[in-house]
């Protein structure tokens, strides 16, 4: 594969570790300090995308209640906000392969074909280049799982049935995971924010697919899980909501992060 068949890290030495086994020591550690919790294999997740040391914690606990099924989940289909590129739709990458200093994950080239077939669906490779949304989630998954493909989204201005036409289109069986990444509130005081984002936590619970981009910057790819949740029936449980105040940040200006799962009651 050559090098211009695959996406650089773009962060790598801001939001985590640049340094391939210092990274592998950050995540390994992060996903032994998550308590265990019960879970039933889910169908989906959402995780927060801020730097390590603010919303690591938060991302892990998701991670960490992964590992019954490390060789059974063996593609991940990856929804992220877009922060630098205006996108109308959902962007797909052209390249083969995303790389982090952990290596490189290969990209479902027959999956994102078929993702090719929807108008919502465009190529943008800008829109990938230097977005973290995605990038961050890739160490997490590539220590949690021994072998998967990756499908990542770039989600812009897209309507809850957009989203979830494509969630559907790659919705698969028990080996594909649905990966919703975003943060909650931004930059709010901290019992602000404690509010705001346990009435967010709430609506997601409730698979209520009208959450606003103030309350969750991924809320475009919310909400077109909760929309796909809802007609699956689908249930939500809820890990862990905190924010940047209760991690590594003043609480003054803090963002909220949140961890949920998305299981079929065939699983419980």
Not at 35 to 51: T, V
Not at 146 to 170: H, M, S
Not at 239 to 255: H, I, K, Q, Y
């Amino acid at each position: 594969m050559n090098a211009a068949a695959v996406r650089q890290p773009a962060v790598a030495g801001m939001f985590y570790p640049a340094a391939e086994s210092a990274l592998r020591t950050a995540v390994d550690a992060l996903l032994a300090a998550a308590p265990a919790l019960p879970l039933a294999q889910p169908k989906a997740i959402i995780a927060p995308h801020a730097g390590y040391i603010y919303s690591g914690p938060t991302a892990a606990r998701i991670y960490a209640a992964l590992s019954p099924w490390r060789q059974k989940i063996r593609r991940i289909a990856l929804f992220g906000p877009t922060h630098r590129v205006a996108v109308r739709g959902l962007a797909l990458p052209s390249c083969a392969a995303f790389a982090t200093p952990l290596g490189a994950v290969r990209l479902d080239a027959e999956a994102m074909a078929a993702l090719d077939e929807l108008p919502q669906i465009s190529r943008n490779d800008a829109a990938h280049a230097l977005e973290h949304s995605l990038e961050v989630h890739l160490p997490f998954l590539q220590r949690c799982f021994d072998d998967f493909t990756l499908i990542p989204l770039a989600v812009g201005d897209a309507e809850p049935e957009e989203v979830a036409a494509a969630i559907e289109l790659l919705w698969g069986g028990d080996e594909t995971l649905l990966v919703i990444s975003s943060d909650l509130s931004h930059f709010l005081p901290y019992a602000t924010a404690q509010q705001v984002d346990g009435d967010t936590c709430h609506h997601i619970l409730d698979l209520d697919a009208r959450i606003h981009p103030r309350q969750a910057c991924g809320a475009y790819p919310i909400n077109g899980l909760l929309l796909a949740a809802r007609r699956h029936g689908l249930k939500a449980q809820l890990l862990e909501c905190c924010n940047s105040g209760d991690t590594a940040g003043d609480r003054e200006r803090v963002v909220g992060y949140a961890a949920f799962a998305f299981h079929s009651p065939n699983h419980e």
